[in-house]
């Protein structure tokens, strides 16, 4: 409602100036009923962390919690990040000048640390600077040198107060403020006001009529100095158009309210006394219960358990919140996050997306960096094994791709090298698919592979087909051979037994088998020779024989000859019609007079180079 009904404008600028870094920081909260601003700026070199935006925000962290314009709560918030910046003062020291306004929209309550300030104007005037922790405004205040002599004096940034500094910090907390209308109020750091003097704020606070564009004159005014060297400088300017208007409140009903409560004072004080050992003690244990869980907590990490030291961490900071120790409470907190980054990043990796536990161990490298119970090397480690197993998916969905695209050697090669290196980095999940897909990869190339063997033999196949019908047998054969060659190597029985079907049909026209021997008509021959021409047959068969052989196979004389359909001419002349009707009848003389064998070896060598025709 107070937010609603008033009306606060901001802007800022922040910039390195001739630095590398920006060493600054600004922030702030708006809520409905209360208002906090911080700036700060770093006084350390440390180049790994910002001391002022971990003052910045550790203070707001704070005020989020607990709202208030309590200057104790606010003292409090302060003593918080001072004493976070000396904890996480390991490599140097952490150091921040702040300045701070919490408002409720009416009134305002500031405070700083440092050289960092607030200005607030009012009607074009300077109303109030606040003073500088620094020996050259101790020197002001003392009456050492005059007050204007402070923003250049050589001991302006000597400061004596700041977060981070060694024991406590001592900042200063002003009485509430009433704001009005109109106001303008400037926080900023040294780098600022050191090139801006208080007569140029006032001019450009009355030349503005925004915050944008009072920020972006005070930036202007200092550049305009031209110096050599430019620190980081910062300026938020808040301005207040409308303050919220509280109804009169009622003296009465506040008294009684007062009486009331010191009634109850003095009748519970001394059940307030007895409560008040009672949690003390309470405290304690809660106190050593935390630092147990801690130390348990601690040990897990070591031993990489980091879901049960998550558990225990969480056990831990309940119970810093019930003590209210803000220290343990943000440190808990702190390594409660690092280990929770790891059972994230185990989780991530075991749905598969490795984006997300990249992401995940990224984050725990950066929020163990403080503690030393993590083991940073393991975590590295465990980020380059993302890195493999990115490359493992990429090979994976880039050869999915090849196999949707029918690419299936392309997409083998890219499963084996994804398997390869899945195998090295022990990626059980990646080498489940990956078998998964190798195998649809492999099997689809065999089918193509086995389609492309059998078109050749279907080719080879119908080759041999025309050779038949042309009458050529022997490159049929061959060609039968080769198909059955390759249907045998496909597996395709069926067609291997039809090839051995066609090659033994062309096989029986190329060697027609052989009629068997007629009985009864060699008995006939036989005798028919004995009788007629045997006698001279054999008496003329050195001279015939040997005429036949060196002379051709065309005609003989005094031979038995035949006209291949079995019968056996006893004529003593005519054509030879074929090796079998010479066998026969080559038998049947040796048979009857008795032969040598060495002449029927030689009439079948003769038949023999004679074979085939017909």
Not at 349 to 375: R, V
Not at 415 to 437: G, H, P, S, W
Not at 602 to 607: K, L, M
Request: glycine letters at 6%; aromatic letters at 6%; one cysteine or more.
């Amino acid at each position: 409602m107070r937010k609603e009904n008033s009306e606060f404008k901001t802007a800022f600028v922040s910039e390195a100036g001739s630095f590398l870094k920006n060493r600054d920081f600004y922030g702030c909260v708006e809520l409905e009923d209360w208002a906090c601003y911080v700036i700060a700026d770093g006084l350390d070199t440390d180049t790994e962390v910002n001391s002022a935006q971990i003052t910045v925000q550790t203070i707001l962290e704070s005020f989020l919690e607990k709202p208030t314009m309590s200057k104790r709560r606010l003292t409090e918030y302060i003593k918080i990040a001072h004493e976070w910046l000396q904890y996480e003062s390991r490599r140097v020291r952490l150091k921040a000048g702040f300045v701070i306004v919490v408002t409720d929209y009416t009134r305002m309550v500031w405070a700083s640390a440092g050289h960092s300030r607030l200005y607030h104007f009012r009607g074009n005037r300077l109303a109030l600077k606040s003073k500088d922790h620094s020996v050259a405004a101790q020197l002001a205040a003392e009456g050492q040198i005059a007050e204007d002599r402070v923003d250049q004096h050589d001991e302006r940034g000597n400061l004596n107060e700041y977060a981070g500094k060694p024991g406590m910090i001592r900042p200063y907390v002003s009485d509430k403020i009433k704001l009005a209308d109109g106001d303008v109020l400037v926080l900023c750091t040294p780098g600022l006001w050191e090139g801006v003097q208080d007569a140029e704020m006032i001019d450009a606070v009355e030349g503005a009529n925004d915050p944008q564009t009072l920020a972006d004159t005070l930036e202007e005014v200092m550049l305009s100095k031209q110096r050599a060297r430019i620190e980081n400088y910062s300026a938020a300017a808040i301005y207040v158009n409308k303050i919220f208007h509280e109804e009169p409140k009622n003296r009465k009903k506040w008294i009684k309210r007062i009486a009331i409560m010191l009634v109850m004072l003095l009748i519970f004080g001394g059940a307030g006394i007895f409560y008040a050992v009672k949690s003390a003690a309470k405290k304690a244990e809660l106190a050593v219960d935390m630092l147990q869980y801690e130390q348990t907590a601690d040990q897990y990490v070591k031993e990489q358990e980091y879901a049960k030291a998550v558990s225990d961490y969480s056990l831990a900071r309940n119970n810093s919140i019930k003590i209210k120790d803000p220290i343990h409470k943000k440190l808990l907190t702190a390594k409660m996050a690092a280990a929770q980054t790891l059972v994230d990043g185990e989780a991530h990796l075991k749905e598969g997306d490795i984006t997300k536990a990249t992401a995940s161990y990224t984050k725990a490298l950066e929020l163990s960096e403080s503690y030393s119970m993590f083991n940073r090397e393991v975590i590295q480690e465990r980020l380059e094994q993302m890195t493999t197993f990115q490359q493992v998916q990429d090979w994976i969905t880039e050869g999915d791709l090849k196999l949707q695209n029918g690419d299936y050697s392309g997409a083998i090669i890219l499963y084996k090298r994804a398997r390869t290196a899945a195998t090295e980095t022990a990626y059980k999940d990646a080498l489940k698919e990956i078998a998964t897909q190798l195998e649809t990869a492999e099997t689809k190339r065999a089918d193509i592979k086995r389609q492309s063997r059998q078109l050749q033999a279907d080719t080879l196949e119908q080759k041999g087909d025309r050779f038949n019908e042309a009458g050529d047998y022997s490159g049929a054969m061959d060609a039968y051979a080769s198909a059955q060659e390759i249907y045998q190597e496909i597996d395709m029985l069926e067609r291997v037994l039809a090839m051995e079907r066609k090659i033994n049909k062309l096989d029986e026209k190329l060697n027609p088998p052989v009629p068997a021997a007629d009985l009864t008509q060699d008995t006939a021959g036989l005798d028919t020779a004995n009788t007629s021409g045997m006698t001279s047959d054999m008496t003329g068969s050195t001279g015939s024989m040997s005429a036949g052989n060196t002379v051709g196979n065309g005609s003989s004389t005094g031979n038995v000859t035949s006209a291949g359909s079995g019968s056996v001419d006893t004529s003593g002349s005519g054509a030879s019609a074929g090796k079998t009707t010479s066998n026969a009848s080559g038998n049947a003389a040796s048979n009857a007079d008795g032969s040598t064998d060495t002449t029927e070896a030689d009439v079948n060598e003769q038949e023999s180079s004679e074979g085939g025709d017909s």
